[in-house]
């Protein structure tokens, strides 16, 4: 089975779907790799790298030929896939719900394309969830940013000339970006502490050494969705966690958003006025700035000053990680493919009926087969 990873050509985007500890890895499956030359650029990769794991190097043309798996970070132009086997599995971050037309592309030219942001969040799927490692990432990039951003330390220091205070810092949603965005500012010796609607987090927070901040006087709240995610809260709780924000917030010196409910704009935790009451100085970085933004007046890929507050519309963290970005990303293709290899075979076999496969099959023999496109369409 010929494996074919492919240069990124969309702008900005600075990972690769293989490092050379993947292409070892595939290749002692039984498969062939061929990269296409340069693809690791960015992320410190290069092409003697893979050549030495044992890939092949060349033009997209000829990577292409006989492709039965092609690997990709973002969705590929579906014209410049021309060459691949029939049926050739495309995997990568295909953003299946805004880019609607390459997907229809893909069958059209008999392509399987399989998304893995549409990875179901079981245990055994883990380790092939590109959303969690890349969100790890995101989520330390994201305090190292406010970090240089502010104009004070984030450690206390005790000196000859005095003593600085440490920098208080909140994280607001913690799921796995917030995780590790509040571990990151503890090591930093930050003061921390942290909010969600999931009840389930506040152990996690505590466990982390930071402090909880959260609702009580609303009755009946989970906030948990399916999935682990979280809901939509009631008009009541979105008024109570207001008050206790605003309360909060004008003690703090940073803040972390990274609050998402999957298929919904990012839920509003921040408002002008409440940035207003912040010290001058102090920094908000905003992880959901590219769904929407949890802070009034944020602009994805831009940092904006208001009131004298820096707020950082975070977009893309990891990619400005790249090697590492690329490795995790690469190992969660790689944890897919070898999951599903056929020894007898020597290739991938999916069955129609794994909640895996089905959860991020999006087409399949010409057809758009995913109930979640075909249901929008
Ligand atoms: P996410 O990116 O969808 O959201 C980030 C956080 O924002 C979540 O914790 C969410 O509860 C919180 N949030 C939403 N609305 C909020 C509001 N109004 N105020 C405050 N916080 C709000 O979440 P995620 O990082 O993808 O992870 C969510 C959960 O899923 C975690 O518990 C994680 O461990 C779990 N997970 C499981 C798997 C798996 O089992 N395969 C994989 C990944 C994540």
């Avoid at 498969?31 to 960015?42: N, T």
């Avoid at 409910?261 to 207003?276: C, F």
């Amino acid at each position: 089975m010929k494996i074919a990873v492919l240069k990124e050509t969309a702008a900005g985007e600075t990972r690769c779907a293989a490092i050379p500890e993947t292409v070892k890895k595939l290749i002692a499956l039984g498969a062939e790799v061929a990269v296409e030359s340069g693809a690791g650029e960015h992320a410190s990769i290069t092409d003697q790298d893979f050549e030495t794991a044992g890939a092949s190097m060349g033009p997209r043309g000829g990577v292409l030929k006989g492709a039965q798996v092609i690997l990709a970070v973002q969705g590929p132009e579906p014209a410049s896939l021309e060459g691949a086997e029939p049926g050739a599995l495309l995997v990568g971050a295909l953003d299946p719900t805004r880019r609607g037309a390459d997907i229809d592309a893909y069958a059209g030219a008999g392509i399987e394309a399989l998304a893995m942001e549409w990875m179901p969040r079981i245990t055994r799927a883990q380790s092939m969830d590109i959303l969690s490692s890349q969100s790890n990432l995101a989520g330390y990039k994201a305090v190292i940013d406010a970090a240089a951003a502010y104009g004070r330390a984030f450690p206390m220091m005790m000196t000859a000339a005095g003593t600085i205070s440490p920098a208080k810092v909140f994280v607001m949603g913690v799921g796995v970006a917030g995780l590790q965005a509040i571990a990151t500012a503890k090591r930093l010796g930050a003061q921390v502490s942290a909010t969600d609607v999931r009840s389930a987090t506040k152990e996690q927070i505590q466990s982390l050494g930071a402090k909880p901040i959260f609702v009580e006087n609303v009755a009946g709240i989970e906030g948990e969705g399916s999935g682990g995610y979280a809901t939509e809260m009631s008009d009541e709780y979105q008024k109570a966690q207001a008050e206790l924000v605003s309360g909060h917030i004008a003690k703090q010196d940073i803040v972390i958003t990274t609050a998402l409910i999957p298929g919904r704009p990012a839920p509003r935790l921040i408002s002008d006025v409440q940035v207003q009451t912040m010290r001058p100085g102090s920094v908000i970085v905003d992880l959901a700035a590219e769904a929407g933004g949890n802070v009034e007046g944020t602009a994805p890929g831009e940092a904006v000053e208001r009131h004298g507050v820096m707020i950082i519309g975070a977009a893309n963290l990891a990619r400005t990680l790249a090697a590492d970005s690329s490795a995790l990303f690469a190992r969660n293709l790689f944890n897919l493919l070898s999951a599903f290899w056929d020894k007898d075979a020597g290739k991938v076999v999916l069955p129609d009926e794994d909640e895996i496969v089905k959860g991020i099959r999006l087409t399949h023999g010409g057809k758009v087969v995913h109930e979640r496109l075909t249901a929008a369409a």
